[in-house]
């Protein structure tokens, strides 16, 4: 059974910093490019970050600098650091695990776990 589950959301100032942690299982972690999301009240989900599986990263405009990802392939965990946190950086914040091999993709997802960037 293929689960994403993330943790380590919450309400910061801003300013301030949270570690985001995506544990995963049920699927060979090491060959998925990993992706957060975030979907903000009223907006479509957007892409914030990715990884591939050998570690090249890349970052929307509106985070690089401030926001870094990571992955463990060693114990199936994928990070988003994020610092310097806005207002505007308040959304729920989803894990999701993409492969595509020829014509044939795996797209899985998290439940989310929501950020809060308020004084």
């Known amino acids: 059974q293929v689960q994403l589950v993330e943790s380590g959301g919450g309400l910061v100032q801003p300013g301030g910093s949270l570690r985001l942690s995506c544990a995963a299982s049920g699927f060979t972690f090491s060959n998925y490019a990993m992706n957060w999301y975030r979907q903000a009240p009223g907006k479509e989900r957007e892409l914030v970050a990715s990884?591939?599986?050998?570690?090249?990263?890349n970052y929307a405009d509106s985070v690089k600098g401030r926001f870094t990802i990571s992955r463990d392939n060693a114990k199936n965990l994928v990070y988003l650091q994020m610092n310097s946190l806005k207002p505007e950086d308040t959304a729920v914040y989803y894990c999701?695990?993409?492969?595509?091999?020829?014509?044939?993709?795996?797209?899985?997802w998290g439940q989310g776990t929501q950020v809060t960037v308020s004084s």
């Open positions: 999701n695990g993409y492969r595509r091999l020829g014509w044939l993709s795996n797209d899985y």
């Open positions: 990884i591939t599986p050998t570690g090249s990263s």
